[in-house]
């Protein structure tokens, strides 16, 4: 699993005109899942994501997670993050998971992070063509590879 994740103070996903999720302060995850990922990808990355410290303390330095100032949480399946551009100029996506594989294992990404948190997460709507608005805080965005897991 390949996430994006950006330390936003507001994020929306609008799908065909309708808001299919909305989040005040907190984190926009942008997931996205290959054929290779399992269960164990979910919990690592989970853990991480609920635990990064990226939110300001009292002092103002980078010292909570989303849960400590009890921020929000957006998912939004992105099966582009598994781009190859090694071979021409049309990526080739070839390693991002087939829905059959990617929709259980988003789903429960997404029940995974609630369990974390303590909160519901905010959702785009696997497969659909999204807009994704944002003001990224900071900015802070981090990468996060689970086959790396650095």
Known sequence: MRSVIQRVSRAKVTIEGSVSGRIGMGLLILLGIEESDNEDD?????????????????????????????????????????ASTRKGNRPSYIRAARPET?????????????TET????????F????????????????????KERE
Request: charged letters at 20%; hydrophobic letters at 45%.
């Open 118 to 125: 303590g909160k519901l997460p905010q959702t785009g709507e």
């Open 102 to 114: 990617a929709i259980p294992l988003y789903k429960k990404f997404i029940e995974k992070m609630r």
């Open 42 to 82: 979910i919990e690592w990355l989970a853990g991480k994501i609920a635990r990064l410290r990226v939110f300001p303390d009292e002092n103002g330095v980078m010292n909570q997670s989303v849960t400590e100032v009890n921020g929000d949480v957006l998912i939004v399946s992105q099966f582009t993050l598994h």
């Open 127 to 146: 497969g659909a063509m999204m807009d994704v608005e944002l003001i990224n805080w900071g900015p802070v965005t981090i990468i996060i590879d689970t």
